[in-house]
């Protein structure tokens, strides 16, 4: 057997060497940004020259326009990421017959984008079935929900991957309205309106309310007024959501009057039209709101020196409510006295001449009420 030159081996074993594929990594491997902020890459190669690094994007797609490679071809930075920029990004070295790659993962959050189909303004017939669609991108993935505007209520609704779809087997008059798509994440909310207009034949009742949200105070009386078109003149008549109407109510003409309205009158109220054609309902939401009434606790209490007072402001009312303590005959608390944000006054060393009435305010946007209580503190 012929031996092969000593020259020939060294340059055999030199290629093979030179031709092994270099070692590759990234990092980081994945990572997660918000919209609009910067991220980098760096690879590290064991045994090839930065000249033989390239980077791509997985799915044979170009590098997008705000990347940029640093000199040494060893650094990736995304500057002000879009979301379309999620997804993996591949370094490769090497020569063209002994590559070697790593790849890292970019997740982009997002707040969410919201689309209707059909958009609307949307004209649709008594009677015919109709659906919207709402779709949303976003990342964390978006929670869709409907609701009506000016009611608080969450409409039942369909959802598949990232379409949310409302549906009326039948419309009806009373489905008329602007309804709100809202899809919210960690990054945000985005919401979308649809006008949906129901179309009648001659005679069918439509009706309508004069406000469809009320605030009203407690005590004061309140009136909503119901108009209804339709022939034969539709009769008129009102309702509650899920509980009779208040006791001290009159309806005339289509006028709801509430009398002495209290904080359990809130809710929605529905005014229903119907003649043969058949009948058509509106709503008004109605939400009264009350001025603070305070009581003090304890009202009365006996101490000696060197004990603690606490004193529990409570008041109800519509929120948000503040609290202010003070003492009769002076211009200040004693010292060391402490108030908290929901109307506890503290004395954690309380002395003889701290005795005296001591008097909650609270106080909301309607008004204010007082409550008092009275220390007595003897050695």
């Known amino acids: 057997m012929d031996l092969l030159p000593r020259a020939l081996i ?82 490769v070295a090497g020569v063209p017959r002994d590559r070697a790659f790593a790849t890292a993962t970019l997740n982009v959050k997002f707040p969410p984008k919201v689309q209707l189909n059909p958009a609307g303004p949307i004209r649709v017939r008594i009677g015919d079935p109709l659906s919207v669609e709402c779709s949303t991108m976003g990342r964390p993935r978006p929670k869709l929900t409907w609701k009506r505007q000016g009611s608080t209520l969450q409409l039942v609704t369909t959802t598949t991957s990232d379409v949310n779809t409302i549906q009326w087997p039948a419309v009806r008059p009373e489905d008329s309205g602007v309804y709100l798509c809202r899809a919210e994440n960690t990054e945000g909310m985005s919401e979308v309106k649809v006008e949906i207009i129901v179309e009648g034949g001659p005679g069918v009742p439509i009706a309508s309310v ?41 309806v005339a003409g289509g006028v709801l009057t509430l009398n002495n309205v209290g904080r359990q009158d809130s809710g929605q109220y529905i005014c229903n039209a119907t003649n043969r054609h058949g009948y058509s309902e509106a709503y008004t939401e109605m939400e009264v709101e009350a001025p603070p009434y305070a009581t003090c606790l304890p009202d009365q209490v006996k101490l000696k020196p060197g004990d603690a007072l606490q004193l529990q402001c409570l008041a109800h009312g519509t929120h948000p409510i503040t609290f202010q303590w003070s003492v009769s005959g002076r211009s200040s608390l004693p010292a060391g006295a402490e108030t908290t944000w929901d109307g506890k006054l503290l004395i954690p060393r309380i002395k003889v001449s701290d005795s005296g009435t001591y008097t909650c305010a609270a106080t909301n946007h309607i008004g204010s009420s007082t409550a008092t209580g009275r220390v007595t503190v003897k050695g």
């Open 10 to 91: 060294l340059t055999l074993l030199s290629s093979a060497v030179w031709s092994e594929a270099p070692v590759v990594t990234v990092e980081p491997k994945v990572v997660t940004v918000r919209q609009g902020e910067s991220v980098s890459f760096r690879c590290q190669v064991g045994s090839a020259s930065p000249s033989n690094v390239v980077w791509r994007k997985t799915n044979s797609q170009r590098l997008p326009d705000n990347v940029k490679i640093s000199p040494d071809n060893l650094l990736l930075t995304l500057v002000n990421v879009r979301p379309q920029n999620q997804g993996q990004y591949r370094c």
């Open 210 to 250: 004069s406000a469809t949200q009320v605030t009203a105070i407690e005590g004061h009386t309140i009136t909503m007024q119901c108009q209804a078109t339709g022939s034969p003149t539709p009769e008129i008549t009102w309702s509650k959501l899920r509980a009779p109407l208040p006791w001290k109510h009159t």
